[in-house]
Antibody, heavy 112, light 113 residues
Framework: QVHLVQSGAEVKKPGSSVRVSCKASGGTFRSYAVSWVRQAPGQGLEWMGGIIPLFGPANYAQKLQDRVTISADLSTNTSYMDLHSLTPQDTAVYYC?????WGQGTLVIVSS | DIVMTQSPDSLAVSLGERATINCKSSQNLLYSSNNKNYLAWYQQKPGQSPKLLINWASARESGVPDRFSGSGSGTDFTLTISSLQAEDVAVYYCHQYYSLPETFGRGTKVEIK
């Protein structure tokens, strides 16, 4: 069973970018889709996009596709989510998920 | 985009009683070539990541108590907790992975009456 470990919390200024990593172990990372989902405080789950590491390229939610980049490094079994031009509305917990297993979540706070 | 409509938004159930959550999709989630419904149910407790309970509309994940069951096909789905336990207090989400973008219901908060 895959185990996903994400990078730590981030505090960012509006207009900046953030990178969140998701390292997989114990499973077949390269062959299954890695999804990125975010959850604003007190809100529901929002799919941001996903990638099958072996094949790429990523697919994105239309509302984010101009600002988000999802990638995967097969050599380290790690997926990355880059979000650009941050606004306070991007404050959320960001999750990666693969085959029903979710990472622990990464809190990103955007504040001036 | 496929819209997932969950109901109710919240419900309070006595310990040992049945809890039923409904999820309706705006499009069919049954893929005819393999006869599978691309619908999952997740449980999220406060401060935790979502946990997959049910896949393919009715396939319980390993380790999930058998009081949790999923049913339905096409556009109408149900998650049932047959005998609510204290540890089942959580928010439950339905999730379609039939087509991109993947979408979630808004969640149903389950509490103890």
């Amino acid at each position: 069973q895959v185990h996903l470990v994400q990078s730590g919390a981030e505090v960012k200024k509006p207009g900046s970018s953030v990178r969140v990593s998701c390292k997989a172990s114990g499973g077949t990372f390269r062959s299954y889709a890695v999804s990125w989902v975010r959850q604003a405080p007190g809100q529901g789950l929002e799919w941001m996009g996903g990638i099958i590491p072996l094949f790429g390229p990523a697919n994105y939610a239309q509302k984010l596709q101009d600002r988000v980049t999802i990638s995967a490094d097969l050599s380290t079994n790690t997926s990355y989510m880059d979000l650009h031009s941050l606004t306070p509305q991007d404050t959320a917990v960001y999750y990666c998920a693969q085959k029903g297993t979710w990472g622990q979540g990464t809190l990103v706070i955007v504040s001036s | 985009d496929i819209v997932m409509t969950q109901s109710p938004d919240s419900l309070a159930v006595s310990l040992g009683e049945r809890a039923t959550i409904n999820c309706k999709s705006s499009q069919n989630l049954l893929y005819s070539s393999n006869n599978k419904n691309y619908l999952a149910w997740y449980q999220q407790k406060p401060g935790q990541s979502p946990k997959l309970l049910i896949n393919w509309a009715s396939a319980r994940e390993s380790g999930v108590p058998d009081r949790f069951s999923g049913s339905g096909s096409g556009t109408d789905f149900t998650l049932t907790i047959s005998s609510l336990q204290a540890e089942d207090v959580a928010v439950y989400y339905c999730h379609q992975y039939y087509s991109l973008p993947e979408t979630f219901g808004r969640g149903t908060k389950v509490e103890i009456k």
